[in-house]
């Protein structure tokens, strides 16, 4: 009896320790293909200005004008605050930007607001009524498709009847049907944040591809080995990363790709 207590015990913590470190153990078995960068090789426009031997700070072309949303809008599926910062010094030397996936427009805001007033930029979302025709392929994960029911709530977003809207064009269409054939060579800056399944993935990364321009930069959002979530996105970039020289930006969740001449 008492062995059989012993030996209940034993596998009851096995199964602790295994549910408490799961995002370690699937890590472990993760074979990342992406190699990790410092932020200065997306853009020279991150070096940091040194200011003595033990401090370095923000040059002043990289200080932005950003904001804060309060805890009760339970906004789903942002960038994070470091991450925002990322995009909104790249919109600054952008005049032609896309994003694919708009949700709240966070992100579109923040880039409407560092970037010129000659900038143009085009986000690509789904309406509420829009969802009851996508349809989840075979290799779709499930968590990333039921996302994307539960983040596309908005019709209206942060920048909307603010001062910037009119750098913002909204395309309320499914990427999928999107055509990109007279986008081509166009865009500085290409954002993939839209659907995190891997169909939506792959089709709005290889229309990216024919959309931007020689040394445009590319950045997916949401690289997060052992995140459900995320398991597409993070498939996608592994199979093509290599081949493509993807580089995942240390200390976030953003992968970059610069288009070499
Ligand atoms: C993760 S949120 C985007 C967050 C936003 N980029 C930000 O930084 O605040 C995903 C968005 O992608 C959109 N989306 C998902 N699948 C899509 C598809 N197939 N076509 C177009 N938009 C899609 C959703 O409607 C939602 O607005």
């Known amino acids: 009896m008492i062995k059989i207590i ?16 799961k995002k370690k153990i699937r890590n472990l078995f993760n074979i990342t293909k992406i190699h990790k960068a410092n932020i200065n090789e997306i853009h020279e426009i991150f070096s940091e200005r040194k200011i003595s031997n033990n401090l370095k700070g923000p040059k002043k072309e990289t200080i932005i004008k950003s904001f804060c949303i309060s805890s009760d809008n339970s906004i ?8 925002g910062w990322i995009l909104s010094v790249l ?25 010129n007033t000659d900038t143009e930029i085009t986000t690509i979302t789904l309406r509420p009524n829009q969802v009851e025709n ?3 392929d075979i290799q779709d994960n499930k968590v990333s ?11 209206k977003f942060l920048f909307s009847d603010t001062e910037v809207e009119k750098k913002i064009k909204v395309i309320f269409e499914n990427s999928l049907d999107f055509n990109e054939e007279s986008f081509q060579n166009m865009y500085d ?4 944040d839209g659907g995190h399944t891997y169909s939506v993935v792959k089709n709005d ?5 024919r959309m931007i321009k020689d040394n445009g930069i ?32 240390q200390n976030t969740s953003l992968c970059f790709y610069k288009k070499k001449i």
């Open 205 to 209: 990364s290889e229309k990216s591809f």
């Open 145 to 155: 498709f039921k996302n994307i029911l539960k983040e596309s709530i908005y019709e």
């Open 218 to 249: 590319i950045l997916w959002h949401d690289y997060v080995p052992g995140k459900e979530s995320a398991k597409n996105v993070v498939k996608y970039l592994n199979e093509i990363g290599s081949e493509k020289n993807i580089f995942h930006i």
């Open 6 to 21: 012993l030996l209940i015990s034993i596998l009851i913590n096995f199964i602790l320790i295994f549910y408490i470190n």
């Open 189 to 192: 800056l290409i954002f993939i």
């Open 91 to 115: 919109s600054t030397v952008s005049k032609k930007i896309f994003e694919f996936g708009t949700c709240s427009g966070k992100t579109t805001y923040l880039m409407a607001l560092n970037s």
């Open 134 to 136: 996508i349809a989840k």
């Open 76 to 83: 789903v599926g942002m960038t994070s605050d470091y991450e």
